[in-house]
């Protein structure tokens, strides 16, 4: 038997599923920990009232609902991950508001559950409210997106002549998009081959940039071909991490203090229960940092080829509802699983400092010879700009010292299905640049927080897996090879525009590629 932890048990309860139904009053359980099979319903209690058994039904969604007598050890009822049954109970209508639901019922390998959560019926009538039209069965047919397109150029007065035509099967967006409806198409250009001399990216590289910034693909364009002309650029991934930080708050000081205590102690137990969840996520070490009565947690693990937030948060409420069911020397008064202290999808200094996603340096040496006839600056002239520029990065506390990291990950994130919001994280950057003592240029840029995948997410729609395919970067065993590609990609667009705020290019560049001509 698999004892399962008390916060992970109400994960079962689908939240908004009870309503005044025909035939009484039914809500939603959904398997959401692995494959079993029920074997028995014990008990329902409804607004702490217990509900006959022989007034239930469970419903499977085959058209045959069962009493709890058909449910036994003899004649189990398979309940795969994912699967989900209602309970019926022949009861009069709830009034709206706040009720408590109590379930208990055997599940095999997990012996007896015991499950007790809070939802509310809520007012369905909806008046004049406007609805986007969905289909519960298949929202991802021809039929339901034709639904949405006709209503939403009904409600606009506008007709969709560019958004509807899309080149793919609808239904590979589930999970990736809801009400789909037609596409955004931005447009895709080319830069390079870059030269990229990594530990796992070696070679020559088409880049794709997917962007409507005019002079942005001719710029890396032009940076890639001075980084080639020197030997390429080398890449170093040098620290690999994804976290989620809940917090646990206590009735003072002291007891956050001797809580972080027990559970460096209990590391490796927490760390079992973490991994459960997954086949691919590893816990490496939990961060604690104390503030007030709080106690913050940053657990920090290796997602493979996946960017991982999904997967370490599912990870690390598995590894806190072990830590709420037997942690019992202070009361923990409150718990959230997200304190807002992994900056989810926003710079801050700890992922600076500590590595959020992917850490890279790329760094190369310019040749002065190759600077001065294909940028039209010198190495002294770019040294002395990167130092004028840190003070301008220092005064306005920019989370990056350099001049654009963010055109080149927002232009590959897009082409390649990234989460493109993680741009707030991954633009952070560290640029360094001295002057050789043969008088070339040393430059090189850390990214402490580069979030990519290779594998799950929207790395596998149509036109975002081909371009990763264009750069052999796509599934499992690339993710580190795409990291190296793109921290490579954003040193040369550092060198690039550099050169041509030095040189007193950019305006006319832009005069020439860009919305200025």
């Not at 220092?394 to 897009?414: E, K, Q, V």
Request: net charge negative.
């Amino acid at each position: 038997m698999t004892l399962v932890p008390s916060l992970l048990l109400k994960q079962l309860y689908t939240h908004g599923s009870l309503e005044n139904a025909e035939g009484g009053v039914s809500f939603a359980i959904k398997n959401r920990l692995s494959d079993a099979t029920l074997t028995q319903i014990t008990g329902v209690k409804i607004s702490g009232e217990d509900v006959p058994l022989t007034k239930i039904k469970v419903d499977l969604g085959d058209g045959k609902p069962l009493a709890p007598k058909d449910i036994s050890e003899e004649r189990p009822i398979e309940f795969p991950l994912r699967k989900t049954f209602r309970v019926v109970a022949a009861i009069n209508e709830l009034p709206e508001g706040k009720h408590s639901i109590e379930v208990s019922f055997a599940v095999a390998p997990f012996g007896n559950l015991d499950l007790q959560v809070d939802d509310a019926i809520s007012n369905k009538d909806n008046g004049d409210t406007v609805k986007i039209p969905r289909d519960d069965l298949d929202d991802y047919s021809e039929k339901a997106i034709k639904t949405r397109q006709e209503f939403i150029e009904k409600y606009t007065s506008k007709k969709l002549n560019h958004t509807k035509n899309y080149s793919f099967d609808p239904h590979m967006l589930a999970g990736n998009c809801e009400h789909f409806t037609g596409v955004a198409q931005v447009p895709l250009g080319f830069a390079g081959p870059l030269k990229v001399n990594g530990e796992h990216a070696n070679g020559e590289f088409l880049i794709p940039l997917a962007t409507a910034e005019g002079t942005l693909v001719a710029s890396y364009n032009r940076g890639m071909s001075v980084i080639n002309m020197s030997g390429g650029v080398k890449c170093t991934i040098i620290g690999d991490a994804m976290q989620r930080a809940p917090v646990f708050i206590f009735e003072d000081a002291r007891g956050a203090r001797d809580f972080v205590k027990w559970v460096h102690a209990h590391e490796k137990t927490i760390a079992y229960h973490a991994e459960t969840t997954s086949s691919v996520a590893k816990l490496q070490d939990i961060d604690h940092y104390l503030s007030n009565k709080f106690a913050f947690l940053r657990f920090n693990y290796s997602t493979g080829d996946a960017a991982g937030q999904n997967m370490v948060g599912r990870a690390t409420f598995a590894a806190c509802s072990w830590i709420l069911d037997n942690y019992k020397d202070n009361k923990i008064e409150k718990f959230f699983l997200e304190s807002n202290f992994a900056t989810d999808k926003k710079a801050s200094q700890i992922n600076v400092m500590r590595t959020r996603g992917k850490r890279v340096v790329a760094e190369c040496v310019v040749k002065r010879d190759v600077l001065i006839q294909r940028m039209r600056v010198e190495p002294e002239q770019l040294a002395y700009h990167g130092q004028v520029a840190n003070v301008g990065a220092i005064l306005s506390g920019a989370n990056n010292n350099g001049l654009h990291s963010a055109n080149a990950i927002t232009a590959m994130f897009i082409a390649t299905g990234q989460d493109v919001a993680n741009v707030s994280e991954s633009s952070a950057g560290i640029i360094y640049s001295e002057v050789t003592a043969e008088g070339d240029l040393y430059i090189s840029i850390t990214i402490p927080s580069l979030i990519v995948a290779t594998y799950g997410g929207g790395t596998g729609l149509a036109t975002q897996k081909e371009c990763l395919e264009l750069l052999d970067c796509y599934g499992k065993g690339k993710v580190n090879k795409f990291a190296e590609i793109v921290a490579g990609a954003v040193l040369a667009g550092e060198i690039s525009l550099a050169s041509a705020i030095s040189s007193s290019d950019w305006v006319s560049s832009h005069e020439q590629y860009g919305r200025n001509r």
